[in-house]
C-alpha cells in the first residue's frame, strides 16, 4: 500500500492509556511483555485504561479512510489523538511526513489553523456566535479581518447549502443544518486533513443519507485526506475507500469494503457485516478466478472486474429462458423472468 | 434476624455509651461536664497568632483600605450628588432595557416609594457600598473561578475554601477585618466583596466546566491559543451561568452591606434599620427594612433576567427616551427639586404603625406572652436543659421525680422493644436515645455521648472518614473551651430545623397536592428568599420583644423556604412514566403520594433539609443581636470587643458544626440517590 508518494497520516504502534502515570506504566508494560495484547492485559491489571492500542496504519493523500466500531471501542479516542486533542501515551503519529506528538505547542496551533479540520458528532457549534461567525472562526483566531473573513466563511456556507442562514444562531436549527454549520467550519480554512468524528450519527435516517450524499460531492470536489468514525457499518461501506475495524481499542482488520464483507477476519468483524446485501459492495474481482481457456461463445453475459456481485448476477440472470410458476398441486399459474428476479433484489439501481 | 445493620449497631454503641454516661454521672462528673483544666486555651492562641498575623499585614491592609477610600467617595458623591429624578429615569430606562413593562413599572414604584419614604440618601450610600463592592467580588471572585479551571490541582482547594468562607458566619470575620482595616465604610465594603466573591467564584468554574466538551475541542481544532479559546469561545459559551453568579453575588454583596453596619460610622439604610430598632421605633424601622427589601427585589429581578435564557431585548429607544425624560425633568426643575432626605410621606404612617403595635401588643399582651411563654417553657427549655430540670412547679405544676424519669425511659423502652420486634430495630434504638436526650437535655448532654454519637451518625451517613472528620473536629470544639457554647448553638438551631421539617415540610406537601397553595405560598418564598437577613429580625422584635423565642422565630422564618421548595420540587418531579406505570397498577391518589412520590423525592428533600440546616446556622449568628446565647452571641461580643482569637474561634466553630450537618445529611441524600440510580 505505502508508495513512493508520503502518507498524509501515518500511525505507528500509537497507545492511549487512561489512569494515573499511564506514561511509564506502559513503557513497563511494553518492555516487560512480549506482545501488545499482553502489554494490555497487564495494564487493565493494574487498574488502568488501555484505550487505544497499538494502533498502526497509513491513510494516503486524498484517501477516505473509516475507522469503525462500537461504542467503546477506542474510536473517538483514536481520533483524538491523531488531531492531539488527547496527547498520546506511545507511539509515533506523523501527519504529512511531520511527527505530530512533538510538536511545540505553537507549532500545534498553526498545524491546526493551516493543516487539520475536524467536524464533531454532537456539532460543538459556539451557542454564542451566529451561522456566519461560527464558520468564520477559524479564520477568526488566525488575526483575518472581519470583512475578509466572512466573505471567504460565505463561500463554504454556500458550498454547504446553507446559504440565507448566515444571521441564525445554533439554536435556531435543525440537527442537519447544524452539521452543515459543523462541516463548513471545519473546512473554511482550507484543511488539508479532515477528521469527521461520527458526524451523522446524531441525524434521523433520511437526513443522515441526504447529507452522506453531499458529503461525497463535497469530497470529490476537495479531494481531502479524510479520517471518518462512524458505528455505522452501512455508512462506512457507502464511504469509504478503505475501513479499520476496532474492538476493544484494537485494531482487528484494515480493508476495503469488499475485503470486509468477504473476508472477515473473525467473528466480530463476521457479525458486522451478517446484516449488509453482500450483493451491493462486493465486486465481481472478488470472486473472480483465474483461467484463460474459456471460449469465448454466444451466452457472453459481459462481465466486468468492477461490477457489483447483485449486477453480475442480473447480467447472468438475462440468459435464461423465462421459468414456470406453479401451485402445490403443480398447475400452471403463471411465468417468472430470471432476469426479473435478480432486479427485484436490488436495492437502488442507480448505484 | 440474623445480622445486624450497619444502622442498628452505630444506634447500639451510641445508646451504650450514652446510658453509660448516665449511669456513672454520679461517680464521674467529668463524663457530663468537660472538665475545664482539660481545656487549652486555644482561644488565646488563635488570638495572639491571628493578631501576629494581621500586624504583619496590617500596613498594606490600610493603604489598601486607603485606597479603596477614593472610589468609594467617589461613587458616593456621584449617587449624592446626581439628581434623584435622573437617577430614577435611569434606573427605570435600564429595567424597561431589561425586562419591559413589568419592570420598568416595578422600578418606578419601587425607587418612588424609596423616594416617599425620605431614606433616599441613606439607601444612596448604601447603594455607593454596593457599588464598590460588586465590581470588586466580580473580579475576584470570577478570577478564582477562571483559575480553578486553568489549573485543575488548584481546584479542589479552591473548592473547600469557597465552602468555608460560605460557612464561616458573616460576623465572625467582621473582627479580623475591623482590627486590619479600623472602623469605617471600607470594613463593610471588603467584608461584603469576600462574602460576595465565593458565589460567583462557583458559578464561573461551574459554568466553565459544564460547557460541552466537544465546543472546546472546537476551539482548540481552530486553532485558538488558549487565551483566545477562554475568552472568545468558553467564557462567552458560559455566559447563562456566570450571570447567575452575578445576580447572587449582587445578593449577597447588598445583604452583607446591611449586616455590616453594625460596626457603624456610616449613614446607611441599615444603621438606619439598627438605629430604629435599638430606639424601639418599630414603624420606622419597618419603613427602612421596607426600603431595603425593596433594592433587593429591584436588584434581584433586574440582574435575574440577565440569567434568563430566553430573553429578549427590549427596545433600547424607549429606554433613551425614559432617560431623556429624566435629564430634562432634573434640568426643568433642578432648582425646585426638593432634598430627597425631606420627603416623608410615610412618617405618618409608620407613627401610626408604632401606635398601633402598642395597642395591639399591649391589649393581646396576655395571649403573646402566653405563645411565647408556653413554647418557652414546654418546649424550648425541655429540649435545652431537659425534662429533670425543665418541669419545675412554678412552669408545669409538678416536680419532676426520679421515678418520672423512670417512667419515661420505661415507656420509651417498651415502645422501642416493639419497634424492634416489628423488624425495625434501628428505630426503636433511636426512640431509646431520643428518650435519654429530652431527659438531659440538649445542653448538658454528656461529651462522650454527644462525639460517640455524631461518630455514629457520620459513620452510618459517609463511612469511617465521615466519621473520623467528625469526631476529630468536634473534639477540636470540646478542647477550645467552647463547648457548651456550641451545644447551645446546636440546641437552638436544632429545635428550629425541626420546626423548619416538619412544617416546611408540610407546606410543601400541600404545595405538591393543591397547585391553589403553591400559588399563595410560591410569591411569600420568592419574597422571603430575597430579604436581606438583617430584617427578619424587624417583625419577631416588634411583637415579641428580645429574647430566644425571637431568634428561635427569625431564624425559622428564613430558614423554612428551602424545606418548601425542595420538598414541593422533589414530589412534583416525579417522572410521569412511574406515575402511568402506578395509576395503571391502580394506586390512589394518597397511595402514589406514599408509595411513589416520596420515596422518590427523598434525596431532594433531604437537600432542602441540608439547605435549611446551613440557612439556620447563617441565621443563628444574626439572631445574637436579639438576644440568643452560644456561639453567636460569643462572636457577637467579640466583634464588639475587637477580640480577634474569641471571633475567629467561635466563628470556626460555627462552620466546624455546619459543615458536620451538611455533610451528614449530605451523605444519606447521596446513599438514597444511589439505591434509588439516580
Request: hydrophobic share 50%; charged share 15%; aromatic share 8%.
Amino acid at each position: 500500500m505505502s508508495g513512493q508518494a508520503t502518507p498524509a497520516i501515518t500511525c505507528q504502534n500509537v497507545w492511549q492509556v487512561f489512569g494515573a502515570n499511564a506514561d511509564s506504566a506502559l513503557k513497563r508494560a511494553l518492555s516487560s511483555t512480549g506482545s501488545a495484547d499482553e502489554a494490555a492485559a497487564l495494564l487493565r491489571a493494574e487498574g488502568l485504561t488501555p484505550a487505544v492500542q497499538d494502533a498502526t496504519f497509513e491513510v494516503q493523500e486524498g484517501e477516505l479512510f473509516v475507522i469503525m466500531g462500537l461504542s467503546g471501542s477506542g474510536k473517538s479516542t483514536l481520533i483524538r489523538c491523531i488531531s492531539q486533542l488527547l496527547p498520546g501515551t506511545g507511539g509515533e503519529i506523523l501527519i504529512e511526513g511531520e511527527d505530530i506528538r512533538a510538536a511545540s505547542p505553537k507549532r500545534l496551533i498553526e498545524m491546526r489553523r493551516k493543516t487539520l479540520g475536524m467536524v464533531f458528532q454532537h456539532f460543538g457549534l459556539f451557542p454564542h456566535m451566529s451561522v456566519a461567525e461560527n464558520v468564520a472562526y477559524p479564520l477568526r483566531v488566525q488575526g483575518m479581518g472581519k470583512k475578509q473573513r466572512l466573505a471567504k466563511a460565505q463561500q463554504v456556507i454556500d458550498l454547504v447549502g446553507l446559504g440565507g442562514r448566515e444571521k441564525n444562531f445554533p439554536r435556531e436549527l435543525s440537527g442537519g443544518q447544524r452539521q452543515r454549520v459543523g462541516i463548513a467550519r471545519s473546512l473554511v480554512a482550507d484543511c488539508s486533513v479532515w477528521f469527521l468524528d461520527e458526524p451523522f450519527s446524531a441525524l434521523d435516517p433520511l437526513i443522515r443519507r441526504q447529507l452522506q450524499d453531499e458529503f461525497l460531492d463535497i469530497q470529490a470536489k476537495l479531494k481531502t485526506t479524510i479520517v471518518f468514525i462512524t458505528h455505522d457499518i452501512n455508512e462506512a461501506l457507502k464511504l469509504a475507500d478503505r475501513i479499520a475495524i476496532m474492538r476493544d481499542g484494537k485494531i482487528v482488520q484494515i480493508g476495503t469494503p469488499s475485503d470486509i464483507v468477504l473476508n472477515p477476519v473473525d467473528d466480530y468483524v463476521r457479525e458486522f457485516s451478517k446484516d449488509v446485501a453482500k450483493g451491493q459492495h462486493a465486486r465481481v474481482a472478488s470472486v473472480m478466478q483465474a483461467g484463460s481457456d474459456l471460449p469465448h461463445g454466444p451466452d457472453d453475459p459481459g462481465l466486468r472486474r468492477d461490477m457489483t456481485l447483485d449486477a453480475a448476477l442480473a447480467r447472468c440472470m438475462e440468459l435464461y429462458e423465462p421459468v414456470p410458476v406453479r401451485d402445490k398441486d403443480g398447475a400452471l399459474l403463471g411465468v417468472v423472468n430470471p432476469a426479473d428476479l435478480a432486479a427485484a433484489l436490488q436495492v437502488d439501481p442507480a448505484a | 434476624m440474623t445480622r445486624l445493620s450497619k444502622g442498628s449497631i452505630a444506634a447500639l454503641i451510641a445508646l451504650a455509651v450514652g446510658a453509660l454516661c448516665l449511669a456513672l454521672e454520679g461517680v464521674a462528673p467529668w463524663l457530663i461536664a468537660f472538665p475545664k483544666g482539660w481545656v487549652l486555651p486555644a482561644t488565646e492562641w488563635v488570638g495572639s497568632a491571628m493578631e501576629a498575623v494581621l500586624a504583619l499585614i496590617k500596613p498594606s491592609a490600610r493603604l489598601f483600605s486607603s485606597l479603596m477610600a477614593y472610589p468609594m467617595e467617589a461613587a458616593n458623591w456621584i449617587l449624592g450628588a446626581t439628581p434623584w429624578p435622573l437617577l430614577i429615569a435611569a434606573t427605570v430606562a435600564l429595567a424597561w432595557r431589561l425586562g419591559g413593562l413589568t419592570m420598568a413599572l416595578m422600578a418606578a414604584v419601587g425607587l418612588g416609594a424609596v423616594l416617599a419614604s425620605g431614606y433616599w440618601p441613606q439607601s444612596m450610600n448604601t447603594l455607593a457600598l454596593v457599588s464598590v463592592s460588586v465590581p470588586l467580588a466580580l473580579l475576584i471572585g470570577g478570577a478564582i473561578g477562571v483559575l480553578a479551571n486553568e489549573y485543575p490541582r488548584v481546584r479542589a482547594p479552591v473548592q473547600a475554601l469557597l465552602d468555608v468562607m460560605q460557612t464561616v458566619p458573616t460576623f465572625a470575620y467582621l473582627t479580623p477585618l475591623l482590627v486590619l482595616f479600623g472602623f469605617g465604610p471600607v470594613v463593610g465594603l471588603i467584608a461584603s466583596a469576600i462574602y460576595a466573591a465565593p458565589p460567583m467564584a462557583r458559578n464561573v468554574l461551574l459554568g466553565l466546566q459544564r460547557i460541552e466538551p466537544e465546543i472546546k475541542e472546537a476551539a482548540i481544532m481552530a486553532g485558538g491559543t488558549r487565551t483566545q479559546q477562554l475568552f472568545q469561545v468558553e467564557i462567552p459559551a458560559a455566559a447563562t451561568q456566570i450571570m447567575v453568579g452575578v445576580n447572587q453575588c449582587l445578593m449577597a454583596a447588598l445583604s452583607m452591606v446591611i449586616i455590616a453596619a453594625v460596626i457603624g460610622g456610616f449613614d446607611d439604610i441599615g444603621w438606619e434599620v439598627l438605629l430604629t430598632m435599638r430606639k424601639a421605633q418599630f414603624g420606622a424601622s419597618l419603613l427602612a427594612g421596607m426600603v431595603i427589601v425593596i433594592f433587593a427585589i429591584l436588584i434581584d429581578r433586574m440582574s435575574g433576567t440577565l440569567a434568563d435564557e430566553k430573553r429578549r431585548s427590549y427596545d433600547g429607544r424607549v429606554s433613551l427616551a425614559i432617560l431623556g425624560i429624566g435629564v430634562i425633568a432634573s434640568l426643568v426643575f433642578y432648582g425646585q427639586v426638593q432634598d430627597p432626605g425631606a420627603y416623608g410621606l410615610f412618617h405618618s404612617t409608620a407613627d401610626r404603625v408604632d401606635a398601633g403595635l402598642s395597642a395591639f401588643t399591649s391589649a393581646n399582651a396576655e395571649a403573646l406572652t402566653a405563645i411565647k411563654n408556653g413554647v418557652m417553657f414546654y418546649v424550648l427549655l425541655p429540649l435545652r436543659i431537659g425534662f429533670d430540670q425543665a418541669v419545675l412547679p412554678f412552669t408545669w405544676g409538678f416536680v419532676w421525680t426520679s421515678g418520672m424519669s423512670l417512667a419515661l425511659f420505661g415507656v420509651a423502652a417498651l415502645v422501642g422493644l416493639y419497634c424492634a420486634y416489628r423488624g425495625r430495630l434501628t428505630f426503636g434504638v433511636v426512640i431509646l436515645i431520643a428518650a435519654g436526650m429530652l431527659e438531659t437535655g440538649i445542653s448538658q448532654l454528656p461529651w462522650p455521648f454527644v462525639l460517640v454519637g455524631v461518630g455514629a451518625l457520620s459513620y452510618v451517613a459517609g463511612g469511617l472518614r465521615l466519621a473520623a472528620l467528625s469526631v476529630v473536629l468536634l473534639a477540636t470544639i470540646l478542647l477550645s473551651g467552647l463547648w457548651e457554647r456550641a451545644l447551645l448553638s446546636l440546641y437552638l438551631s436544632g429545635a428550629s430545623v425541626f420546626a423548619c421539617a416538619v412544617l416546611g415540610g408540610a407546606i410543601g406537601l400541600a404545595s405538591a397536592v393543591s397547585p391553589m397553595v403553591w400559588r399563595v405560598v410560591r410569591p411569600i418564598c420568592d419574597m422571603l428568599q430575597t430579604i436581606p437577613l438583617f430584617v427578619f429580625l424587624i417583625p419577631v422584635l416588634m411583637v415579641f420583644q428580645i429574647g430566644e423565642f425571637s431568634a428561635f422565630l427569625a431564624i425559622m422564618a428564613y430558614a423554612i423556604v428551602p424545606m418548601i421548595r425542595y420538598t414541593r420540587h422533589g414530589l412534583t418531579e416525579t417522572p410521569e412514566e412511574m406515575i402511568e406505570a402506578a395509576t395503571a397498577s391502580g394506586a390512589t391518589g394518597w397511595q402514589m403520594m406514599r408509595d411513589v412520590r416520596a420515596p422518590y423525592a427523598a434525596p431532594t428533600i433531604l437537600l432542602g433539609l441540608n439547605q435549611t440546616i446551613l440557612y439556620a446556622f447563617a441565621m443563628l449568628v444574626i439572631a445574637a443581636l436579639i438576644g440568643t446565647t452560644g456561639l453567636g452571641q460569643s462572636i457577637y461580643l467579640a466583634l464588639g470587643q475587637a477580640d480577634v482569637g474569641l471571633g475567629i474561634s467561635a466563628g470556626a466553630a460555627m462552620a466546624i458544626l455546619a459543615l458536620i450537618a451538611d455533610r451528614i445529611v449530605q451523605g444519606f441524600a447521596e446513599e438514597r440517590r444511589k439505591a434509588l440510580g439516580l
